[in-house]
């Protein structure tokens, strides 16, 4: 539970601030500010002090997953950190394995045998930065960069009144992750299911020989790519919704030592757009996505037809709801509070 900082490459932030002010906001009449600040930011990760780059885990991890495709058929092992297939080789490049147990009978078809192969992460690309480097199922995948932040505050004065609204936006921050799911290793499976293969979601790209595995049986596991984009996505693959608010502050300044505030937050607090993906709630109140960093990993493929799959085991990312770098990951409701300020 506890994360220490290492310096593991180079952070690169770019952009530009505009501020735009007209009239005197202690003056009577109208008075306006609209400020905008963009920032475009990336991280280049450097070789760590062996020489591995620190995305080296997701890379043997889809290495591993690789070796169970057809593209590895053939494929010998290889420590090669740009290998396909990795240190497995064409070891698991089969279309189905027999059955585990001195009990099972027949062999269990290999869901990711037709499956395409996945490329690995480019080690000298440019990635969205993040707090925890995303390596690892479900632990990190959201950028702390949020690149268009604006705010508009108007204020209309008349002697002893005054009504200030502010609307602000920002939008553009970055998520996503490349390892966020596990799948069963069909090497690890007892006897296969009676139902068929054909028809069974588990075998999206289908399968040449064997039985749909029981996924209850399978003891071992694998990191496989995204079930809904087909990829292990990268780092900063997606972008989180808009989130737009309108506040109002209304002031009367009774006397010279008694002022009268009353400040109405969020009369207007959404969220909208983002990447279109089917995890996205469509109720507009939730501003963030992210994993689960770690408590509640999908499902993937560990069911077996028919079962019914809770909400929160379905997806690889889902609502945050306790926000993140400042942010409020829902939306947050109505507020109204009254002050008198008294001066002595």
Excluded at 81 to 95: F, R, Y
Excluded at 123 to 140: F, H
Excluded at 276 to 305: D, I, R
């Amino acid at each position: 539970a506890f994360v220490s900082g290492l310096n593991v490459g180079n952070e690169s932030n770019s952009g530009f601030e505009f501020l735009f002010a007209n009239g005197n906001f202690n003056n009577n009449g109208w008075a306006e500010q609209l400020s905008y600040t963009y920032t475009y930011s990336y991280i280049k990760y450097s070789p760590l002090s062996n020489g591995n780059s620190p995305l080296i885990q997701d890379n043997t991890d889809i290495q591993h997953y690789n070796s169970f495709t057809s593209a590895c058929v053939g494929a010998l092992p290889s420590t090669s950190p740009t290998s396909l297939c990795g240190t497995d080789g064409g070891h698991n490049a089969v279309a189905s394995f027999p059955c585990v147990g001195a009990l099972c009978v027949g062999t269990n078809a290999n869901p990711y045998f037709n499956a395409p192969a996945q490329p690995l992460l480019s080690t000298s690309g440019k990635y969205a930065p993040y707090d925890i480097i995303p390596t690892g199922v479900q632990l990190s995948s959201i950028g702390y960069v949020v690149p268009h932040v604006m705010t508009l505050v108007v204020q209309y004065k008349k002697d002893k009144w005054a009504f200030v609204p502010a609307f602000q936006f920002h939008g553009g921050q970055k998520y996503g992750a490349p390892e966020t799911t596990y799948g069963f290793d069909p090497k690890t499976c007892a006897s296969p299911l009676a139902t068929p293969v054909a028809g069974d979601p588990r075998y999206q790209f289908g399968a040449g020989a064997g039985g749909a595995a029981d996924a209850f049986t399978c003891g071992g596991s694998l990191v496989v790519p995204d079930q809904y984009t087909g990829k292990f996505d990268q780092p900063g693959a997606f972008t989180e919704p808009n989130q737009y608010s309108l506040h109002m502050g209304i002031t009367y300044e009774a006397t010279p030592r008694v002022t009268y505030a009353l400040n109405l937050a969020n009369i207007i607090n959404t969220c909208s757009g983002g990447t279109p993906e089917p995890w996205l709630q469509g109720n507009n109140h939730w501003c963030l996505y992210s994993n689960s960093s770690g408590f509640f990993p999908p499902v993937g493929n560990f069911y077996n037809p028919g079962v019914a799959i809770q909400q929160q085991f379905k997806y690889p990312y889902f609502p945050n709801s306790s926000g993140d770098n400042g942010l409020n990951g829902t939306v947050t409701p109505f507020n109204a509070t009254f002050n008198v300020q008294i001066k002595l």
